[in-house]
């Protein structure tokens, strides 16, 4: 075995776990997932059957994962957040053949306690703020928060918040790297 897995932690059969993958106390890996290399899975994590997550995610206490999510590379989940897979839940009505996708792009952030609806994109490198609802798709590099969610600025890949000038560029403070504001959406400048 490649990975690390606490001895409270369950996995069901036909899971697919990356080289230095770690799972914490009380966490549950239902069916067929497939997990990248070096994730680190907090303790009472449950990730639904068919879950999909890239290498580097971490996911923090308390989170659920549904079926019909996929993460890429470097996704951040903060503690107890959670995502949704069904629009209209009933007890008595059984949905499973209409559960809808949800995709995190590579290197978001969610913060602790935020909702995802299901149905909905996460840009890459998009910054979910604490306690967010998330009921339309995130672009690349947005900063949401709120409940709904709202568009408040635009991060940098480092996690600052960006300032951009009159001629529509920005300056991460940390990584020196720029970014271009431009017709509504952010690119970073090679």
């Known amino acids: 075995m490649s990975y690390f897995a606490h001895p409270t932690a369950v996995i069901d059969d036909g899971c697919e776990i990356g080289e230095g993958t770690k799972i914490w106390h009380f966490s549950h890996i239902m ?6 290399n070096g994730c680190n899975i907090g ?4 990730i639904s059957p068919e879950v999909v997550l890239g290498n580097n995610v971490k996911i923090q206490n308390n989170v659920s994962l549904y079926t019909g999510v ?6 951040f989940l903060g503690p107890s957040c959670v995502f949704t897979n069904v629009i209209n839940p009933r007890s008595a009505v059984n ?5 809808a996708k949800t995709h995190v792009g590579k290197g978001a952030s969610i913060g602790a306690n ?3 609806v299901c149905g909905h994109d996460i ?3 998009a910054f979910i703020g604490a ?5 339309k798709d995130v672009p690349p590099y947005a900063l949401v928060v709120g409940n709904p969610a709202r568009q408040t600025g635009w991060m940098s890949e480092y996690g600052h918040k960006l300032k ?12 020196n790297e720029n970014y271009l504001l431009q017709n509504g959406s952010v690119i970073k400048l090679s």
């Open 31 to 36: 069916p067929n997932c497939k997990i990248g």
């Open 43 to 46: 303790q009472n994590v449950v």
């Open 70 to 75: 996929t993460c890429d590379d470097d996704v």
């Open 95 to 99: 949905r499973r053949n209409q559960y």
């Open 114 to 116: 935020a909702t995802i």
């Open 123 to 125: 840009g890459i490198f």
């Open 131 to 135: 306690g967010a609802v998330i009921t």
């Open 164 to 175: 951009f000038d009159a001629e529509g560029k920005a300056t991460c403070p940390e990584s």
